[in-house]
Nanobody
Framework: QVQLVESGGSSVQSGGSLRLSCAAS????????MGWYRQAPGKQRELVAR???????NYADSVKGRFTISRDDAKNTVYLQMNSLKPEDTAVYYC?????????WGQGTQVTVSS
């Protein structure tokens, strides 16, 4: 089992920045991908950004150029730096980890961007 603890969600004004963190613990051996998803009210959960072993990243088109995902393997932590936030970025952000033993989700952290 892998446990995920997210932090960094908050309320900010449009144009502001936030940094989300997600620390993995437990059976972290075999983690090959870490990422962030988000779910806005009334919408499906969607991929925001993902990083796999070796540092290859992919982003949703809506966040390219504004968000940056990174990971610290020594700390088993993934970060999401969010700049130039927009009201449409308002959602619950979920950390996701893919390991050889399965896929795991965090409890979610709320990001609210006001205009």
């Amino acid at each position: 089992q892998v446990q995920l603890v997210e932090s960094g969600g908050s309320s900010v004004q449009s144009g502001g920045s936030l940094r989300l963190s997600c620390a993995a613990s437990g059976s972290t051996f075999g983690i090959y991908a870490m990422g962030w998803y988000r779910q806005a009210p009334g919408k499906q959960r969607e991929l925001v950004a993902r990083i796999i072993s070796g540092g290859v990243t992919n982003y949703a088109d809506s966040v390219k150029g504004r968000f940056t995902i990174s990971r610290d393997d020594a700390k088993n932590t993934v970060y999401l730096q969010m700049n130039s936030l927009k009201p449409e970025d308002t959602a619950v952000y979920y950390c996701n980890v893919d390991a050889y033993r399965g896929s795991y989700w965090g409890q979610g952290t709320q990001v609210t961007v006001s205009s």
